[in-house]
């Protein structure tokens, strides 16, 4: 075959996925910067291929298709290091950025135009039955490293702090950073966009540090001015 086949080939490949798949394509132009074009996203976005793998697999576990689910995300994981269970239920417009080491448990649901970072883990707490891993709202960022454990429900746009531990559920358009995961923002209004700067994300610990270091430094002023002699 020349290469001027092999190009036509490649070229109607990729249209072919980029109108299958079109939110989880268009989410990479979006929210990566590094994507630069068109080919490049179909061809090397791990992420993007472990969803496509998704989109295969879970239609023949709702049909109770023994084995052949599991194998296809099992390749998947193989090739692009993210593991997901073909029962879990995705929306559209998922974006995993980077992905190794991304988890996705068989009872997870996750809604639309949601963003994981790499190491995120959707899992359970046991080996309790049924509903056990969490479900996740639209538009909502999970941080790299972070945790979501159990049948919980992580609001709409909220958004994870890379590396926290979250066990409780999390009201629409909140913050969560720590371990264990701790609402440190909360927003009432919408918000447009999605927001993937972790850069700004508050720490609880530190607040709390500066908070007793100032309250230090008031008591030492307090007790230096106490000791001052008292001139006539």
């Known amino acids: 075959m020349s290469w001027f086949w092999i190009l036509v080939v490649l070229v109607a490949v990729g249209v072919f996925i980029r109108l299958l798949f079109a939110p989880e394509v268009k989410a990479c132009f979006e929210r990566d910067p590094a994507a630069r074009n068109i080919l490049e996203v179909l061809f090397t976005y791990s992420g993007l291929h472990a969803i496509m793998a998704y989109r295969l697999a879970h239609p023949l576990e709702r049909l109770k298709i023994p084995f052949l689910p599991r194998l296809i995300m099992a390749l998947a994981r193989f090739l692009?290091?993210?593991e997901i269970h073909p029962g879990a239920q995705i929306g559209r417009g998922l974006f995993i950025d980077h992905g190794v080491g991304?988890?996705?448990?068989?009872?997870?649901i996750i809604g639309?135009?949601?963003?994981l970072f790499q190491g995120v883990t959707l899992g359970g707490t046991g080996k309790e039955r049924?509903?056990?891993?969490?479900?996740?709202?639209?538009?909502v960022v999970v941080g790299a490293g972070a945790k979501i454990l159990g049948n919980i429900r992580i609001g709409n746009e909220a958004m994870i702090g890379a590396n926290a531990v979250v066990v409780r559920d999390v009201p629409?358009?909140?913050?969560?950073?720590?371990?264990?995961?701790r609402v440190t923002r909360t927003k009432d209004r919408h918000f447009p966009g999605i927001n993937l700067d972790h850069s700004h994300l508050p720490d609880p610990l530190t607040e709390?540090?500066?908070?007793?270091q100032h309250e230090i430094d008031a008591l030492e002023k307090h007790l230096k001015e106490h000791r001052k002699p008292h001139t006539s």
């Open 112 to 115: 639309h135009n949601v963003t």
């Open 102 to 108: 991304v988890v996705i448990g068989e009872t997870a």
């Open 80 to 82: 692009t290091g993210i």
């Open 208 to 212: 709390r540090l500066e908070l007793l």
């Open 130 to 139: 049924g509903k056990r891993h969490p479900t996740i709202g639209d538009r």
């Open 172 to 181: 629409d358009h909140s913050t969560v950073v720590g371990v264990p995961g």
